[in-house]
């Protein structure tokens, strides 16, 4: 290092006593480009001065010991020529301190440009970068304007778009990358416009969006942004065109958000009748939802619809769904519970008294309503015991005879069940009630 110092020293020394007035002291080392300069004695002057420049701090830059006095000289002297170097070897760092010292925005707004690259875009325009605001007037005033290659400027725009999304620019992000027709980030402009609400912006988006790829996800969420704008009949028009939207899912997901009107076209489009019929429900109608359950034809779904009709005292079409569910021996028990924990006696009377004349009538609907006479409506308790005692649950009776004290109906009960013993116990222990002589005397 010290011998190549002390040659460079010795060559610079040499060419200050040619430019002085020593033209024969040019040597074979004396660079070719300033032999002609120093030949003539009107530039001999300026290059010693500039020489002595050179020596000057060429030799303060050893003294301190840089490592690369060379680089230092050349930045100092002329800062562009710094530049030019930097930028053909893609120097980033090295390239914006020199023009951030220098304060040679526009070259570094062309370079910026010109090297489309993400990262060094985040460097330049952190908020602590103190030079920021005359970066971005000389791109928007110089770069721009002055470069010929649509990639650049739109990476420039995609880079904005981007940025726009993570400060929270949702719509102005939308607008930038429709501008510049990029689909590639439908998936972070998703997640961040149904964070920020702006179903319309996105609307605008997916529909460019759908022109460039065909994307489940894209059409699913196309279908929930018009819904959550309200936008029904959009949606009509959508599921009828072609489309790789999972309706199912968009269904379920609509519904979930409560989103039912638009739940219900998707689910009536589908012919999903169990999850159109509750969200009809949802909506109140009634009457289509049990036409829906009909179509369903599930238990599960036809007690849905039935305890929705009983909670908002719809019980004519109630009854048509607890016709379909009390034919089910398991569901019977849940209905009648249904029914008397909301105090609906009358009604639950109605129905199971509806469900004798079913082809699929079954002991227990019979055994039921006697335990609903029994409970609300005694004076019919003893006719239905006699008129289908073969068709009864006869212990079951017999308890909720016994828990609501109808001794009579009791003691008949006992005669059909031929537990005689037990007839006559509950004769003489209850005789103003259950005495009848000609059944005693018949026994």
């Not at 849905?304 to 009390?326: K, M, P, S, T, Y």
Request: proline share 3%; hydrophobic share 40%; with cysteine.
């Amino acid at each position: 290092m010290a011998t190549l110092s002390s040659s460079l020293c010795s060559s610079f020394a040499s060419l200050r006593t040619a430019s002085i007035g020593h033209p024969r002291v040019i040597t074979s080392s004396t660079p070719s480009c300033l032999k002609p300069l120093l030949t003539k004695k009107k530039y001999r002057y300026d290059i010693a001065l500039l020489l002595d420049k050179v020596l000057q701090m060429y030799s303060s830059a050893l003294v301190q010991g840089a490592p690369n006095p060379r680089r230092i000289i050349i930045r100092a002297i002329d800062p562009t020529l710094a530049v030019v170097a930097y930028r053909r070897g893609q120097c980033d760092d090295e390239l914006i301190n020199v023009t951030n010292k220098n304060s040679l925005f526009k070259l570094q707004a062309r370079y910026v440009v010109e090297r489309m690259d993400g990262d060094l875009w985040d460097k330049v325009l952190q908020p602590e970068n103190e030079y920021r605001r005359q970066l971005i007037d000389q791109v928007v005033s110089t770069a721009l304007p002055e470069s010929k290659s649509p990639e650049q400027v739109q990476n420039l725009l995609i880079l904005t778009a981007k940025a726009q999304l993570r400060e929270g620019l949702v719509s102005e992000a939308i607008e930038s990358f429709i501008r510049v027709d990029d689909a590639a980030h439908f998936l972070d402009v998703i997640r961040a416009a149904k964070e920020a609400n702006v179903y319309n912006d996105l609307v605008k988006y997916l529909l460019m969006v759908r022109q460039k790829a065909r994307e489940p996800k894209v059409d699913g969420e196309l279908i929930f942004a018009y819904a959550k704008i309200d936008m029904l009949s959009d949606i009509e028009e959508f599921i009828l065109m072609p489309n790789v939207a999972n309706l199912q899912n968009v269904g379920d997901r609509l519904y979930d958000e409560e989103l039912y009107e638009a739940a219900k076209i998707i689910y009536a489009f589908i012919s999903n009748w169990a999850k159109l019929a509750v969200t009809l429900v949802k909506l109140k109608l009634f009457q289509g939802a049990v036409e829906a359950a009909r179509k369903a034809n599930s238990a599960k779904t036809w007690k849905e619809v039935c305890f929705a009709c009983v909670d908002a005292e719809e019980f004519r079409l109630a009854q048509i769904c607890g016709l379909n569910i009390i034919i089910q021996v398991d569901d019977l028990e849940e209905v009648s519970e249904y029914y008397q924990n909301r105090g609906c006696f009358n009604e639950l009377i109605a129905l199971m008294e509806s469900g004798l004349g079913l082809e699929r009538a079954h002991m227990g609907i019979f055994t039921e309503l006697g335990v609903l006479y029994a409970r609300y409506r005694s004076e019919k308790l003893m006719e239905h015991i006699k008129l289908f005692s073969t068709r009864l649950n006869i212990p079951k009776l017999i308890r909720a005879c016994d828990e609501q004290q109808h001794w009579k109906e009791l003691t008949y009960l006992y005669i059909q069940y031929d537990e005689f013993d037990n007839a006559a116990t509950t004769i003489m222990n209850h005789s103003p009630d259950a005495w009848d002589h000609m059944q005693f005397k018949d026994r």
